[in-house]
């Protein structure tokens, strides 16, 4: 991912918009590139501040904030992870499961004449 993709992502990111693949590539990004990150931080802290006024709510720790959230990103990228492997995994034990069946019908039936 280049450096302008991302900062393209910051806004969908605060706003939770980025699906689970765009997401993974964004947080990979801003983990090694200082720049992006640094964007991010000015994004965010421009963003809660100005909710924090429309609100009216306390809490100023705005950098723990920002890691709060990217940590809550990254759980996010690896339960879509572990979603993907699992489906995989259910969906290859289903069809060896058919397979067996069919084959050991078909022994059945020829066991009994009918093939």
């Known amino acids: 991912m280049t450096c302008r993709e991302a900062e393209k ?3 969908p990111f605060i706003n939770h918009e980025l699906d689970e693949q765009k997401l993974e590539q964004f947080l990979k990004h801003i983990a090694v590139c200082p720049d ?5 931080e000015i994004y965010y802290t421009v963003y809660l501040g100005l909710r924090q006024l429309d609100f009216g709510s306390g809490g100023y720790d705005i950098p723990g904030a920002l890691e709060e959230n ?3 990103a990254w759980i996010q ?3 879509a992870w572990l979603r993907r492997i699992i ?3 259910v969906g290859t034990l289903s ?3 058919v ?3 069919f084959v050991m019908q078909i022994c059945i ?3 009994n004449g009918w093939m």
């Open 9 to 11: 992502m910051v806004v």
């Open 36 to 40: 992006c990150r640094e964007e991010l």
């Open 70 to 72: 990217l940590e809550d």
């Open 77 to 79: 990228v690896r339960a």
């Open 87 to 89: 489906r995989y995994a």
């Open 95 to 97: 069809t060896v499961g």
């Open 99 to 101: 397979l067996t069946l």
């Open 109 to 111: 039936w020829m066991q």
